[in-house]
C-alpha cells in the first residue's frame, strides 16, 4: 500500500547498510578521537594513526560486535513497542466496554454461538463423513427399510 504524499516510511530498524555505515563511521570518530590525543601530546600524525589503530586492536571484530548488539537492541525494542501497543489496545478495548455494555456482551453472545455451531457442525461432519463407520465388515452391512404401499410412504433407503 502506497504512503500518502509527504509521508516518509519508518526509518527504525534502519536497513544493515545504514546501520553498518553508522558503526563505521562511530569508530572512526573514535579511532580520529585518539588520534587526535596522540597528536596533541606531540606525536606525528602518521605514528599517532598507527599507535591509535595498534590500541584499538581488529576494526572488523569490533564492528561485527557493534552490529551484533545493534540487532539485540532491535529485537528488544521490537518486543517492547509490541507489548507496549498490545497493553494500548487492551486498555482501548476495556474503555469501549465500560461505555458500552450491551455492545460489548452482543459481541460475546454472537462470538460464543458461531464458535459453537461451528464446533457442532465440525463434529457432525468428522462424526458422520470423516471417520469410517466403527464396523469391522462394513462391506457386510445390510439395510433395512420399511414400505407402505397403501399410503405411499417409504422409509430407508431399498437396492433396486
Known amino acids: 500500500m502506497p504512503l500518502p504524499p509527504g509521508v ?12 553498518r555505515a ?21 606525536w606525528t600524525p602518521a605514528a599517532a594513526r598507527s599507535e ?8 572488523e571484530p569490533v564492528e561485527q560486535a557493534c552490529h551484533l548488539i545493534g540487532r539485540k537492541r532491535e529485537r528488544r525494542m521490537r518486543r ?14 476495556l474503555r469501549g ?7 460489548a456482551v452482543t459481541v460475546v453472545v454472537t462470538f460464543a454461538l458461531g464458535i459453537g455451531a461451528n464446533a457442532a457442525v465440525f463434529g457432525l461432519v468428522d462424526a458422520v463423513l ?19 404401499r397403501r399410503e405411499g410412504h417409504t422409509f430407508g433407503t431399498r437396492e433396486q
Open 8 to 19: 516518509r516510511p519508518d526509518p527504525w530498524p534502519p536497513p544493515d547498510s545504514r546501520r
Open 22 to 42: 553508522a558503526i563505521r563511521a562511530e569508530i572512526e570518530f573514535h579511532l580520529q578521537s585518539r588520534i587526535d590525543e596522540l597528536v596533541a601530546r606531540g
Open 52 to 59: 591509535a589503530l595498534r590500541q584499538f586492536g581488529a576494526l
Open 80 to 93: 517492547l513497542v509490541f507489548w507496549r501497543d498490545w497493553h494500548l489496545d487492551l486498555r482501548y478495548a
Open 97 to 103: 466496554i465500560r461505555q458500552s455494555p450491551v455492545l
Open 130 to 148: 470423516l471417520n469410517p463407520l466403527p464396523f469391522a465388515h462394513r462391506d457386510r452391512l445390510v439395510r433395512i427399510w420399511e414400505e407402505n
